[in-house]
């Protein structure tokens, strides 16, 4: 009986299978001039592509030149919008070149699923009027995104305060950067917010509200050291960021030496996060395998993914000393059963000085064998050679670092790690 259940959904699967293809087969056939039109477009330098006519409801306008000369191009699979029932994220690959330097790969992303591109709209619809549908235009004066206008010098805490990860607890220290470091603009380098356009303001807050990643990477830019991938500029509601390589998950299965040298990098990013010259303690929010990506010839582990970053300013936590910020703070171990989860309270990691929660999000959902990811555990670690596993070392500091069974024992754990993995990856070299 049991064979028989089986054999019928073996059937029935092959079935569904079966028309989904055929389905997908019957679309091409009957989209065949649209699908040939769209090869041959170049829909990057369109404007309703772009979402344009959304700004200043937008990230930015600093790249519109170049994608409207055409100078960026869709690779072949991204030009079919057929296939962006599958691009959920609207993330896209794309060719970019200059006169005299060739071309390069870089990724274009819209920072949001059509639905949530489409909610941004409906939110700013209903602040402004009451309705969900709106002149975008004439609607943002009526908005807290058009409040601070020229007359209001700087961007202060009081203003944008839990708008979104980044600004869940802002210092002024931390504003100032922003808007100083600002690439929407090309008076970029004062602090000032007076000193931006009003549409330059504008956009600078929308981003801020719905998706700060573009933030992120201009105010901790790669060029000084920051693990992040390189801002390029933006066109409507379409970012540009430097194509770093493939998504860490490709190599979950690499050479053990290579994943030891992966591994190491990634606790030193913790690291760097969370204590630095700065003062800032860049908390990741949002830690899995696709949100990190490998450069192809230095190897380089980079974040790719950056809209769920909370900043803190140590400096000023020590300034107000809130209740227990001297207090080492030890993130709960979460053993649940989803992939990627991680136990966090925002209002504590911008309180206390010293917290291990980036060491904590990199062991148990990167490292560990709690780590799980598509269906696959064991972590990035997974295997170890015999004389490794025998020694029991390795084991023992993932399983503190990801689950502490003393007191503030993933502080030291991490400490330890670091180190153990740096002598296991120069061994190897």
Sequence with gaps: M??????????LYRYVKLAVLGSLAAALVLNTHSL?????????????????????????????????????????????????FFNVKNVYFARYGEPREGSRRVVLKRLGSAQELADIDTKICRRATGRG??????????????????????????????WSDLVHCPSQRLLDRLVRRYAETKDSGSFLLRNLKDSERMQLLITLAFNPEP????????????????????????????????????????????????????????????????????????VSFDNFAVGPRDGKVIIVDAENVLVADKRLIRQNKPENWDVWYESK?????????LSFSKEILCARVTVDHNYYAVCQNLLSRHATWRGTSGGLLHDPPAEIAKEGRLEALLDECANPKKRYGRFQAAKELREYLAQLSNNVR
């Design 133 to 162: 549908r709106c002149d975008l235009l004439q609607a943002l004066p009526a908005t807290e995104f058009a409040s601070l206008n020229g007359d209001v010098r700087l961007l202060t805490p009081g203003a944008v305060e839990g």
């Design 333 to 341: 171990f979460d053993d649940c059963d989803k992939e990627a989860c």
């Design 2 to 11: 049991l064979r028989l259940v089986s054999l019928k959904l073996g059937r």
């Design 36 to 84: 040939l039109a769209s090869l041959q477009r170049n829909e990057l330098s369109e404007r309703r592509f772009l979402q344009l006519n959304k700004c200043p409801a937008c990230w930015g306008t600093s790249w519109c030149r170049k994608f409207l000369n055409g100078q960026l191009r869709l690779e072949s699979w991204g030009r079919l919008r057929l296939l962006d």
């Design 215 to 286: 933030l992120v990477l201009q105010s901790f830019p790669s060029d000084e050291g920051w693990p992040f991938a390189k801002y390029l500029g933006a066109c409507g509601r379409m970012v540009a960021v430097n194509y770093v390589g493939e998504e860490l998950w490709s190599y979950f299965n690499a050479p053990w030496e290579k994943r030891v040298d992966l591994a190491w990098q990634l606790m030193e990013i913790a690291e760097q996060l969370t204590n630095n010259d700065f003062e800032f303690a860049l908390y990741l929010l949002d």
